[in-house]
């Protein structure tokens, strides 16, 4: 995802939503490394893994963005 599209996700959902979509990358992330593993390190999509854990980081970024904004109100 690019940055402005995970910037608009975070605005427009609740915290609870962003930790679930936080949890369901993790999943998926998870994923990718047992499929790497079990297959004699094979992976299909090699960036992948690199992609999600780029994606997770950027939206617990724009969510602590978020939280320390609403502190300062």
């Not at 999509?45 to 939280?67: D, H, P, S, V």
Request: charged fraction near 35%; avoid cysteine.
């Amino acid at each position: 995802m690019k940055k402005n599209d995970i910037k608009a996700m975070v605005n427009s959902m609740s915290v609870d939503e962003i930790n679930s979509k936080i949890a369901e990358l993790e999943r998926e992330l998870s994923a990718e490394y047992a499929i790497r593993s079990s297959a004699a390190g094979k992976s299909r999509n090699y960036g992948k893994i690199r992609t999600i854990k780029k994606t997770i980081a950027r939206i617990k970024t724009f969510l602590r963005q978020k939280e320390l904004s609403q502190n300062k109100n």
